[in-house]
Every structure is written in structure tokens, then in C-alpha cells.
């Protein structure tokens, strides 16, 4: 048989930007979406967040891009249209769609709401949907997803500000209570201040944290401290600010996806400190043994930049 076009697959036709290899270069693209089902939210997308990881994926620089590929995982709008067993949601609602939009909903992660972990779990973008068509992400005009991977936004809350929030935001807010850095008087540092690390500063701050940013970036100091309300600032190449900070930090949310040293990084925690890699360099990046042993079995996190999302809780 012959593979249908994109703009044939399904019945709705939807319009969006795609990358065609890895140049990276958008350009208009017309595609299909599937009919709005029983359990399913169709919406207009408003608003598409741009997430480093869009980045990473219509350069191939991860090795399993699908092209045509239409990237955007922080998407909201206003409903359209919901199936007849919809539940949660009308036409006329606000509503965003984060990383994934499937999961096998039977095994023991998702019976436990960890559809992030599960082994059949489908990415909003660049993956296998049910049906076998790929499935498309928000740099379009429509989207359609089951009502499980739709989250509700308040009234009250600007769409344009809220897209960020579905991976950014959620990246950085869970590792933050997950591990127990959301209390009052902690100090944690947050390194690097691009998409992740301005949020992660603004949630600590609020969590009551003392806040430090780490940065290679000297001229980003007056952004943390006066716009976002970091405490203090560490250029990370600075080996004299960097030895006054040594073991002072409970935990450290790592936010930058290109590769870095991490012993410098090690070296400001205290004695089981948290180093949270929110970031997903394309290479490796080393950890040293010795480091952790002489930290007296300092706590090391790795958790998978947007997949850390707990559906209809934000």
C-alpha cells in the first residue's frame, strides 16, 4: 500500500510549521488531525512555548527525529469541540497540552498516576500514536487529545505566560517538592538562567528558598537579582566565587543542556545535597566517582527534562 500524505491521514485539516531535516529550518506545513472522539478535547492552539528540547529534536541532535516533524509541547488554547464522554471540559474552555498526549493506561505506573514513566507513553510530537499515524506537535493552528492529557488553566491566567508552565514550569516545580527543596530557608542554586532556570529562581523564591544563580554569564546577574529576586549570583568561572560558596547549598536544580563540568557543581552542596540535571546535553557528562564518595553519599538526581508532569494537578 501506499503511505498516505500527512494531509490525508485523518479527516480535520490543521496547518503548522515543520522542520523537513536537520537543518533545523521551519517552513509551512499542511497536515491532518484526527476527528475529535468520544473521550477526546479538540482546541485552538494560542499560544506555543519553545522549549530546548524542540531544539534538540528538529536538529536530530538526540538520533530519532521523524521528519516531517512539528515540535511545541507547552501548548494552550481554547476548546473547540469535546466527544461525547468528555467529562471535564466544554467548549469555550482554557486548556494546555504538556509532553505527552498517550500511555497504555493498564501498567503499574500509570494505575498510580505516572504516565511519565510509562513504557508506552506517546510524545506529544515525534512518536507512534495509537493508530500508527506520528503524531504533531503545537507549532499549528488545531490539536486534538484525549482528555486524561488536557490540564484545565484558570480564568485568571494569561495563555501567553501559561505555556511555558506545561514543561518548563512543571520540569523545574517537581524536583523542587519531590526532593524536598521547598522549604522555607533552604538555600538552592540554580544553574544556568534560560528558559528553566528563570522559573526555577521564581518557584524557590516563593517556596521561601534562599536562592543562588550560577551562571557563565556575568551580564545575567542584574536579571537574577533585581527582575527575578535571586539572593546572589556565582559566575561559575570564577574559581575565588566558586571557593567561598563551597559546601553551603542544601540542593542545586541544573538547568543547562550543553555539556559542563559537574564537579565544580558538586563541590557548593553540603553533605547530602541534592544535584538535580534538568537539562539533557546531547553527549554525556561526566561524573566523578571520588566526588560523590568524599561527599558523604550525596544524593544524585537525574530526572528526564519535560516528562516529570503530573496531568490535571497544575
Known amino acids: 500500500m501506499v503511505a498516505k500524505l500527512p494531509e490525508e491521514e485523518h479527516p480535520k485539516e490543521a496547518f503548522g510549521w515543520a522542520a523537513r531535516d536537520q537543518s533545523g529550518v ?5 497536515f491532518s488531525r484526527r476527528a475529535t472522539g468520544e473521550k477526546d478535547v479538540s482546541f485552538k492552539v494560542l499560544y506555543c512555548g519553545m522549549c530546548h528540547s524542540d531544539l534538540h529534536m528538529v ?18 488554547g481554547v476548546v473547540t469541540e469535546v466527544g461525547s464522554k468528555v467529562a471535564k471540559f466544554k467548549v469555550g474552555d482554557k486548556v494546555g497540552v504538556g509532553c505527552m498526549v498517550g500511555s497504555c493506561h493498564s501498567c503499574d505506573n500509570c494505575t498510580n498516576n505516572l504516565e511519565n514513566y510509562c513504557p508506552e507513553m506517546i510524545l506529544t510530537y515525534n512518536a507512534k500514536y495509537y493508530d500508527g499515524t506520528i503524531t504533531y506537535g503545537g507549532y499549528s493552528d488545531t490539536m486534538v487529545a484525549d482528555e486524561h492529557f488536557i490540564v484545565r488553566i484558570p480564568d485568571n491566567m494569561p495563555l501567553d505566560a501559561t505555556a511555558p508552565l506545561l514543561c518548563a514550569g512543571i520540569t523545574v516545580y517537581s524536583p523542587l517538592k519531590y526532593y524536598g527543596l521547598d522549604k522555607p530557608g533552604l538555600h538552592v542554586g540554580v544553574v544556568g538562567l534560560g528558559g528553566l532556570g528563570h522559573m526555577a529562581v521564581k518557584f524557590a523564591k ?8 550560577i551562571s557563565t554569564s556575568p551580564n545575567k546577574k542584574q536579571e537574577a ?3 527575578l529576586g535571586a539572593d546572589s549570583f556565582l559566575v561559575s568561572r570564577d574559581q575565588d566565587q566558586m571557593k567561598v560558596a563551597t559546601g553551603t547549598m542544601d540542593g542545586i536544580i541544573d538547568t543547562v543542556s550543553a555539556i559542563h563540568p559537574l564537579l ?27 566526588a ?4 558523604n553519599e550525596l544524593t544524585i538526581s537525574i530526572l528526564c527534562f519535560s516528562l516529570i508532569i503530573y496531568q490535571n494537578k497544575i
Open 26 to 30: 521551519l517552513s509551512p506545513f499542511k
Open 59 to 76: 536538529k536530530n541532535e538526540w538520533g530519532n527525529s521523524i521528519y516531517p516533524l512539528v515540535p511545541g509541547h507547552e501548548i494552550v
Open 206 to 213: 516563593a517556596m521561601g528558598a534562599k536562592v543562588t544563580v
Open 225 to 227: 537579582i533585581e527582575r
Open 264 to 290: 565544580p557543581l558538586l563541590a557548593l552542596l553540603k553533605s547530602h545535597g541534592k544535584l538535580i540535571l534538568v537539562g539533557a546535553p546531547e553527549k554525556p557528562l561526566e561524573l566523578p566517582a571520588f
Open 292 to 295: 560523590l564518595l568524599m561527599g
